[in-house]
Nanobody
Framework: QVQLVESGGGSVQPGGSLRLSCVGS????????MGWYRQAPGKQRELVAR???????DYGDPVKGRFTISRDNAQNTVSLQMNSLKPEDTAVYYC???????????WGQGTQVTVSS
């Protein structure tokens, strides 16, 4: 079982940057696909970015070219660098871990990101 704790959310002006981090505990995240999802008020949760155990990555269309996901298995951490932030990026961001072979899935508690002038 994996426990996930996010950090790094906050408020920023349009065009600014934030870096989110997610630390896993309980087991190594090495064999998990790790992802960031977000949910804005009144909207469905959507994929932001994910990184697989072989370091291949996948991004949601709204964030391509602006966000970068990375992982550090030694630190049991996955990060999301968010640049050129827009008001529409405002949402609660959730860390996700999936072990593909078993489809065991875990979520963090979420961290708020607000982009506003």
């Amino acid at each position: 079982q994996v426990q996930l704790v996010e950090s790094g959310g906050g408020s920023v002006q349009p065009g600014g940057s934030l870096r989110l981090s997610c630390v896993g505990s309980g087991t190594t995240i090495r064999f998990y696909a790790m992802g960031w999802y977000r949910q804005a008020p009144g909207k469905q949760r959507e994929l932001v970015a994910r990184i697989f155990s072989d370091d291949t990555t996948d991004y949601g269309d709204p964030v391509k070219g602006r966000f970068t996901i990375s992982r550090d298995n030694a630190q049991n951490t996955v990060s999301l660098q968010m640049n050129s932030l827009k008001p529409e990026d405002t949402a609660v961001y959730y860390c996700n871990a999936i072990r593909i072979v078993t489809m065991a899935e875990y979520w963090g508690q979420g961290t708020q990101v607000t982009v506003s002038s």
